[in-house]
């Protein structure tokens, strides 16, 4: 494997080198071809033949208010993300870049335009026809040190927040410098601040309830007492009356509640740092290029809580009143609550070259990104000394002595993935045909991936995994109708575009990827896009590689049972998984029913076929036990004791979906001429707002795990994740600015639904929810003009989910479970944050 691994390493070092050595030779013959490239259209736009299918403007985007490109992305979601839910490409003056960190650092006053582009014109770019295209569009001119600091809490107490930033960004022509720098700090949320009631199903206490060994009978003496079969009893609150039978009696089969909610945080705490500088400029002649670097570092912490701890009282022990031997439930306060705490640690380097040649635009692009993962969970104590000395004699029903319970069961556990990537595409339009040019896109790229994961302590666990993958493709836009060019114009513009790629990953083979589509706009204002593809791909490092660790004393619900149930969960990677293969089919209809006004409609009907997709089983119900009965452990009573969650490969899943987006943009009044915005430079005298929404309709969503096995209809009540799925989902946002100042909307709706079950207490109707964010934002220097200090200061209030709204959840017996509720499924609630900016 090593000399494998070795040899793969060559190869991607030797065809990386070959790129670079391409590039270079290529940046002296560019000089002599670039007279023969004439370049037609909006300046650094990435608009062809297919229209957008949104645009904003720096009106638009000075309306939102966001102060940076994270919150940018927040706001137009509905916009950008693709119909599977896949994350969009980024490109920046219609050009790749070597990664989301070439942009992450600009502010919002720096982007002149922003251009969402559907899914199909990532061919053009070099890349597989299913994540749509976002095109950000920089100001030629743009000189801004930022300083920023912003402060937030929860408003029912608990998780505050603060983040601190310095960003400075110069843009000059064709050259580009960005640095950031920011420190954030999130306190962590204890459960006592939050209204959530002790687990009925949860036998532990701080002083104790006792079962018999197998939850059956105590004593027959204590059950004659009491008048009932006894199998739960609490300890008495009085030592005194411990080792009394009688004292038992009262309060037998009522287990005493314990509340966790000063021991256990519901959000960890968390503080991270982040460092990034980007620099862009040209090299010689019209060959670019660009270099950035980014280090982030991520730390948690967080309380689990007491360790709970099941002793083991027999019958001889002197202090215990019961005839028969039973087990103690009991959370041992005496000592320190189990904590877990983890580390992450992102580097990331990349540069990009670009240039022409011979009539064709290329650039190559290369990366190193490594992540480095290191966790320390306490897994509980070791109670073989406590269980042999209550076997002596000593007390089980008071604390125990430090010196017994001293042996901690500590995992710790690191993971290291690396990953190096060079990506070569060239464009050019080589043939031209009665309709218009042929564009053609081919690309060359290699990878190498290392995974490094170990966990020391009580289950040992290391892994070192190595994947190479080189690729090679090709796609192709060919016009076949066009108005312009005045061939068949009856017909509009018609066009067929095809893609093909084939790579080779070392461990999975060879896979490929194929793609046809059309692209017709019958009339102006009305496109019609098709599209059918086959992909595969190889599942990420991270799934195959994480750390395997167990915790001990984690809470489940149990749908076979309907009742919460203390078990030992094992989580980690899967090194066993296989590559996924996708068939996707949809159709697109994109509309703009008004010529002079920014409105767009557009629809997307996706069915898609996935094989051997990997996916993470969280649900302990009984279909999913009959076909992983591996993962799951029960004792002879049928009580859950053990659950295994790593991801694994599910045979098939069907999916058919309609996606919405809606998008305007405008001007609120009468121009007025130029008049002072505020800190926003010169306007119109007008207002601009901006709307937008993104829903998904799920048609039907149906999973078969393994061949042969029951189809699971996701949509009907049927999960894997161990909640249901609604049928609709949408984002939203909205706002309006004039002058520096503006107003905010945003938002997120989710449907009801269902998880289903013959058990009534396994049986669950999630309630649907609708969140609404509001935010504010004023110019200081607009309302104190004479003021110097007030020039571009701005003061933001944010405020999320402003009805403190949440999902509710019962079974068919009309209770809650406890797993369910409320401020578990949303602990932190309704937010504020206000954000003081100020821009020299």
Known sequence: MR?????????????TSSLVLFSASTAAATQQDTQEIIVHGV??????????LATLDSDDLAATGVT????LLRVIRPLTQSADGSDPIFLLNAQRTSGYQEISALPPEAIDKVEVLPETEALRFGYPPTRRVVNFITKRQFDQIEVKGAVGTTTRGGGANAAANLNVTRLQDDGRFTF????????SLLQSRRHLLPDPDILFDDIGNVTGLDRGEIDPALSQAAGEIVTVAPVPANQGDRGDLSAFVDEANRPRLFDLGPHRTLVPRNDAWKAEAVIANLIAGSVSGSLNLTAERSTDRADYGPVAATLTVPASNPHSPFSNSV?????????????????TTTLHGGGTVRGALAGWLWDLTAAV??????????????????????ASGTNPFVPLDPSLLAERLIDRSRLRTRAMNSKLVASGKPLRLPAGQVTVTGTVEAEHLSANSSTRGANPFDLRLGRTRTEAGASVDIPLTSKREEFLPAIGDLSINGSFYARRISGFGSLRDRTIGLTWTPVKGVQLLLQDGHSAAAPDMEKLASPVVQVENYTVFDFATGRSEVVTVTQGGNPGLLAERRHTRSIGVSLKPFEKRDVAINATFQDADIRNQTGDIYAVSTDIEAIFPDRFVRDAGGRLIAVTFQPTNFYRERQRALKLTLSASGTVGKKRGSVEGGDKGKGDGRAHFYAGAGPVLWFSDRLQLRSGTRELDLLRGDTVKGWGMPRVTSYFYGGIGYGGNGLSIGGWYQGSSRVRSDNPASDLFFSGIFKLNLGAYISVHHFLPKQDWTRHVQLKLDVENVGDAHQHVHDGNGRTPN???PDYLDPLGRTVKLTLRKLF
Do not use: C, W
């Not at 000399?3 to 065809?15: I, Y």
């Not at 950031?180 to 306190?187: F, G, M, N, P, T």
């Not at 990104?369 to 209550?390: C, F, M, P, Y």
């Open 3 to 15: 000399r494998d691994d070795h040899r793969a390493r060559r190869r991607v070092a030797l065809l």
């Open 43 to 52: 300046r650094h736009s990435a608009v062809a033949t297919v229209e957008p």
């Open 68 to 71: 940076n490109m994270s919150e």
């Open 180 to 187: 950031a720098l920011e420190k954030r700090h999130s306190a």
């Open 327 to 343: 087990l103690l439930h009991r959370y041992l306060t005496e000592v320190d609550p189990q904590r877990f705490l983890q580390s």
């Open 369 to 390: 990104d490594q992540k480095s993962v290191s966790s320390t969970t306490d897994r509980g104590i070791d109670l073989s000394e406590a269980n042999s000395a209550i």
């Open 819 to 821: 797993r369910f509720q």
